[in-house]
Protein backbone atom coordinates (compact mmCIF):
# COMPACT_ATOMS: atom_id res chain seq x y z
CA UNK A 1 0.00 0.00 0.00
CA UNK A 2 1.19 3.45 -0.98
CA UNK A 3 2.94 5.27 2.26
CA UNK A 4 -0.08 8.72 3.06
CA UNK A 5 2.81 10.79 4.37
CA UNK A 6 5.63 12.57 3.48
CA UNK A 7 8.52 12.06 5.96
CA UNK A 8 8.85 16.35 5.70
CA UNK A 9 7.93 19.22 4.44
CA UNK A 10 8.50 23.15 4.10
CA UNK A 11 6.34 25.68 4.75
CA UNK A 12 6.63 28.82 3.64
CA UNK A 13 3.35 31.29 4.03
CA UNK A 14 0.51 31.83 6.66
CA UNK A 15 -0.51 29.25 8.83
CA UNK A 16 -3.73 27.79 9.11
CA UNK A 17 -4.54 25.47 12.47
CA UNK A 18 -7.82 23.24 11.83
CA UNK A 19 -8.96 21.79 15.00
CA UNK A 20 -10.34 18.69 15.26
CA UNK A 21 -12.36 17.36 12.79
CA UNK A 22 -15.11 14.97 13.53
CA UNK A 23 -17.11 12.34 11.34
CA UNK A 24 -20.66 14.27 11.93
CA UNK A 25 -22.33 15.24 8.35
CA UNK A 26 -24.21 18.18 8.67
CA UNK A 27 -27.55 16.98 9.18
CA UNK A 28 -25.71 15.21 12.55
CA UNK A 29 -25.49 11.78 11.06
CA UNK A 30 -22.65 9.57 12.03
CA UNK A 31 -21.78 6.62 9.68
CA UNK A 32 -20.07 3.65 10.80
CA UNK A 33 -16.87 2.19 9.98
CA UNK A 34 -13.75 3.99 10.15
CA UNK A 35 -13.37 4.47 6.37
CA UNK A 36 -16.78 6.16 6.08
CA UNK A 37 -16.05 8.26 9.05
CA UNK A 38 -12.77 9.51 7.69
CA UNK A 39 -14.33 10.23 3.93
CA UNK A 40 -16.84 12.21 6.02
CA UNK A 41 -14.02 14.02 8.26
CA UNK A 42 -12.45 14.95 4.28
CA UNK A 43 -14.90 16.48 3.34
CA UNK A 44 -15.76 18.71 6.71
CA UNK A 45 -12.11 19.93 6.80
CA UNK A 46 -12.60 20.54 2.80
CA UNK A 47 -15.78 22.85 4.62
CA UNK A 48 -13.33 24.55 6.69
CA UNK A 49 -9.94 25.09 4.94
CA UNK A 50 -12.57 26.42 1.90
CA UNK A 51 -13.83 29.58 4.26
CA UNK A 52 -10.06 30.09 4.16
CA UNK A 53 -9.20 29.99 0.83
CA UNK A 54 -7.44 26.74 1.00
CA UNK A 55 -7.98 22.98 0.09
CA UNK A 56 -6.58 19.58 1.13
CA UNK A 57 -3.50 20.20 -1.15
CA UNK A 58 -2.44 22.99 0.88
CA UNK A 59 -2.38 20.95 4.30
CA UNK A 60 1.01 20.08 5.36
CA UNK A 61 0.98 18.33 8.53
CA UNK A 62 -1.76 15.85 9.44
CA UNK A 63 -2.45 14.32 12.95
CA UNK A 64 -5.04 11.24 13.17
CA UNK A 65 -6.41 10.09 16.23
CA UNK A 66 -8.01 6.63 15.54
CA UNK A 67 -10.05 4.58 18.22
CA UNK A 68 -9.02 1.10 17.26
CA UNK A 69 -5.28 0.29 15.46
CA UNK A 70 -7.04 -2.78 13.56
CA UNK A 71 -9.14 -0.11 11.63
CA UNK A 72 -6.10 0.75 9.90
CA UNK A 73 -6.00 -0.82 6.90
CA UNK A 74 -9.90 0.96 6.06
CA UNK A 75 -8.80 4.07 7.61
CA UNK A 76 -5.57 3.89 5.37
CA UNK A 77 -7.64 3.53 2.32
CA UNK A 78 -10.04 6.33 2.78
CA UNK A 79 -7.46 8.40 3.35
CA UNK A 80 -5.89 7.90 0.50
CA UNK A 81 -9.08 8.00 -1.61
CA UNK A 82 -9.53 11.67 0.24
CA UNK A 83 -5.91 13.29 -0.46
CA UNK A 84 -5.39 15.21 -3.60
CA UNK A 85 -2.99 12.98 -5.94
CA UNK A 86 0.71 12.56 -4.87
CA UNK A 87 -0.19 14.77 -1.94
CA UNK A 88 1.31 13.55 1.26
CA UNK A 89 1.43 15.56 4.09
CA UNK A 90 3.51 15.24 7.05
CA UNK A 91 1.50 13.17 9.94
CA UNK A 92 1.21 11.39 13.08
CA UNK A 93 -1.41 8.58 14.10
CA UNK A 94 -1.91 8.12 17.42
CA UNK A 95 -4.67 5.31 18.78
CA UNK A 96 -6.73 6.56 21.72
CA UNK A 97 -9.25 4.90 24.00
CA UNK A 98 -12.36 7.42 23.26
CA UNK A 99 -13.36 10.47 21.54
CA UNK A 100 -15.58 13.13 22.49
CA UNK A 101 -18.65 10.90 21.41
CA UNK A 102 -18.67 7.42 21.71
CA UNK A 103 -19.88 6.99 18.33
CA UNK A 104 -16.95 8.39 16.49
CA UNK A 105 -13.94 5.66 15.69
CA UNK A 106 -11.23 8.99 13.87
CA UNK A 107 -10.48 12.33 14.65
CA UNK A 108 -8.17 14.45 12.38
CA UNK A 109 -6.53 18.24 13.02
CA UNK A 110 -4.35 19.81 10.55
CA UNK A 111 -2.24 22.32 9.56
CA UNK A 112 -2.63 24.49 5.89
CA UNK A 113 -0.10 26.79 4.65
CA UNK A 114 -2.08 29.43 2.79
CA UNK A 115 -1.84 30.94 -0.56
CA UNK A 116 -0.19 34.10 0.18
CA UNK A 117 -2.79 36.32 -1.40
CA UNK A 118 -5.42 34.61 1.07
CA UNK A 119 -3.12 35.15 4.23
Do not use: W
Amino acid sequence: MAKPYSDALVADGPLLFVSGQVPQAPDGGVVGDAGGQTRQIFRNMEAVLARHGADLGHVVKLTYYLRHIADLDEFRSALLDSLPDGHRPAASLVEVSGLVDPRFLVEIDAVACLPRENA
